[in-house]
């Protein structure tokens, strides 16, 4: 940009949706939310600052760490889906229960891991390939609307986290449902609902859009089911559409879990007064321990580096685990929170305070000082 006062150029904000918000002055004088022009551009600052040693980093990284090892992690979850369809047309129940897993953990890096990262166009550099890798993932193999996608994700979870109404991950609320059924029954059937959710999400588009997410679901699904069929041997339909609905459905428990322990129970906002971003970020958001099945199932900004993920959405699995130090550090300097918690301690307090949290509207935080 052209003419911009260097006031103006260093309070630029990256709201988290790949928009940049600039905060304009008109003067030494003016007051926002209670602080001086000086003490809004140092607030701004702290997530610049941050932004700097992390772009630091990222251009100091090699392909391979910036992309290649998701990649290769990516490659091998498809390279394993032949042998899993061959173990599962044995009639050994060994043979069988471990050809059932394998497509299980294939599954789920593919369909969380792959279409988070592809979601993010974290996965190329180029825009093209971009957009082909969120359509592929997203509902080839995820069974889902990609725009529908992006933008609860991208837009919505992202740009307004732990906003009241916007990004407070109430897409994952049921309150109806008593507390055992929705946290270890009711996400079995994540699998059936996904492809009815994303057909619903079509309406009021382009008959070109519909008929194109129709088209891949319906691929992603069927080859599926195929080569069941043609390849495992499978006899009956439904014993097909039963191991599809297992595979799918292995990790959906703690693929529901992962979803609200990382943000509901944490301080929340009101849509016309929000924190700054780095502020709304590090109270907002929680880092789960790094689990070696989760950690390379869902992906490092999934588990253990989500806090790392929401402050630089672009980055790839492997570069927030690589930066996870610089933040962690950055942000303790800085006295500001970074919180950790374990898996079974958020499932204690989800299951103790299930009314609290996932039936009645959460109340709004205060942040008194940084509004």
Known sequence: MQNVPEEWRESREDRGDGR???????????????????????????????????????????????????????????????????????????????????????????????????SHGALSESQAWGKFWAIFFIEV??????????????????????????????????PFLPRTIYLFIAPLAVPIITPLVAIAQLKG?????????????????????WLL???????????????????RAMFSVPYIHVNIFQHIGLPMFSPTQRPKRIYQMTHGVLNLPRNPLLDWTFGHS??????????FPFLSDNMCLKVKPVVSKYLTEKKLPYQEDSYLSRLHLFFNKYQELMVFAPPITELVGVQ
């Open 20 to 118: 940049m918000v600039e905060i304009r002055w008109r003067g030494d004088s003016e007051v926002k939310n209670g602080g001086t022009r000086r003490e809004e551009v140092e607030k701004e600052s702290l997530m610049m600052e941050l932004t700097r040693l992390v772009q630091k980093m990222v251009k100091e990284s090699s392909w391979w760490e910036r992309r290649g090892v998701d990649c290769c992690i990516l490659g091998a979850a498809f390279l394993c889906l032949l042998p899993a369809f061959l173990l599962l047309g044995s009639y050994r129940c060994v043979w069988f229960t471990a050809g059932m897993l394998l497509m299980g953990v294939a599954h789920a890096v593919i369909t969380v891991k792959g279409t988070h990262l592809a």
């Open 205 to 225: 588009h382009s008959l070109a859009h519909i008929l194109r997410t129709v088209l891949m679901v319906s691929l992603g699904l069927y080859s599926q089911y």
């Open 141 to 174: 193999c995820g069974s889902f609307s990609a725009r529908a996608g992006i933008q609860g994700h991208i837009k919505m979870h992202h740009a307004h986290t732990n906003v009241i109404g916007l990004g407070d991950s109430s897409v994952w609320k049921v």
């Open 229 to 247: 069929i043609n390849v495992s041997g499978f006899r009956s339909p439904f014993g097909a559409l039963l191991c599809m609905l297992v595979c």
């Open 302 to 311: 999934l588990i253990n580096c989500h806090v790392e993920h929401h402050l």
